[in-house]
């Protein structure tokens, strides 16, 4: 397993630092220059993000995060709370940047029916937003990495989402069931939690905690084999918050025996890159 090496995963690592002191911090950095908006509908949380400057010099000035309790496994399942808790940090990045975002761009996960993936439009316009980019979330998780050939790996609370890409382009895009929240049941089977206690419990106690969820992480491992079985040769690139449990990387890159890469933060890896998508 490897977490850095390259001048391009060290300035992805840097990105990724700075997204998540503005996501703890309550200061707002300056909205100077262009700004990029993305929001990621995610099971476990919705997460905005404001993005300042160009390409080469990308500051986020704004990361807020909050539990809808809206998604399922990445689907939109009660429209009117996931509209009202986009439109509650719409409005909190406004107050703290001083200017109206009017354009976003958000994700869905892939392969869901085309309904789906407009729901997710619609829930921005309903928050808001006037003109909304769509992408996928595995896409948008390689707009961070800048993966050219290897595999992006997005596990969330939900889903494992799993994207190959060669010579920087999209050659195949799967998904399945399974993620942190299937750890979280995992592991409040084990020591006898509820489900709340249980993902409290998993990340103050990675340590204890990891044994228990070694068959559960190597059911995703399993997953992401049957989604890359054309694509064995390449490393995995872990996005996602599930696999940020400490050793999380290294049950998966033993138990498949190949290269896997993991990054600090892999929670906000997709949302950045949805940021990055919007037009
Ligand atoms: N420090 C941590 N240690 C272990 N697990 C963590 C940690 N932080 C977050 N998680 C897990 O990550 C999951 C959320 O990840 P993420 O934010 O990527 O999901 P999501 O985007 O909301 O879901 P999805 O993409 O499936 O719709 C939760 O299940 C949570 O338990
Ligand atoms: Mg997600």
New binding site residues.
């Given amino acids: 397993m490897r977490s850095n090496g390259t001048a391009l995963v060290s300035g992805v690592e840097d990105l990724l630092h700075r997204a998540a002191e503005r996501l703890d911090s309550a200061e707002p950095g300056d909205a100077v220059g262009p700004l990029q908006v993305g929001v990621?509908?995610?099971?476990?949380?919705?997460?905005l993000t404001v993005l300042a400057g160009p390409d080469d010099d990308l500051r986020p000035v704004w990361v807020g995060?909050e539990?809808s309790g809206a998604?399922r496994?990445?689907?939109v399942v009660d429209f009117a709370r996931a509209a009202a808790t986009i439109g509650r940090l719409k409005q909190a990045a406004e107050d703290a940047l001083g200017v109206t975002l009017e354009a976003t761009a958000t994700a869905y996960?892939p392969c869901v029916p085309l309904a789906d993936a407009r729901a997710c439009r619609f829930v921005c316009e309903a928050a808001g937003f006037d003109r909304v980019d769509l992408v996928d979330?595995v896409t948008a998780a390689q707009r961070t990495l800048q993966v050219v050939d290897g595999v992006v790996v997005?596990?969330?609370?939900?889903?494992?989402?799993v994207g190959v890409f060669r010579r920087g382009e999209l050659v195949a895009l799967d998904d399945r069931p399974g993620?942190?929240?299937h750890?979280?049941l995992v592991l409040a089977g084990a020591l006898g939690l509820s489900l709340s206690d249980a993902?409290a419990h998993?990340?103050t106690h990675?340590r204890q905690?990891l044994p228990i969820l070694v068959p559960g992480l190597q059911r995703i491992a399993e997953n992401v084999r049957a989604l890359t079985v054309e694509a064995a040769d390449l490393p995995l690139h872990l996005?996602?918050?599930?696999?940020?449990?400490?050793g999380?990387g290294a049950v998966l890159s033993t138990y498949l025996e190949r290269t896997v890469v993991t990054y600090p933060h892999?929670?906000l890896?997709?949302?950045l890159g949805i940021a990055r998508s919007a037009s």
């Fill in positions: 990621d509908l995610g099971t476990a949380s919705c997460v995060r539990s998604l496994d990445g689907v996960p979330e997005d596990v969330g609370g939900g889903s494992t989402g993620g942190g929240h750890l979280d993902e998993k990340r990675p905690s996005a996602g918050g599930a696999l940020m449990i400490d999380a892999a929670l890896i997709t949302p």
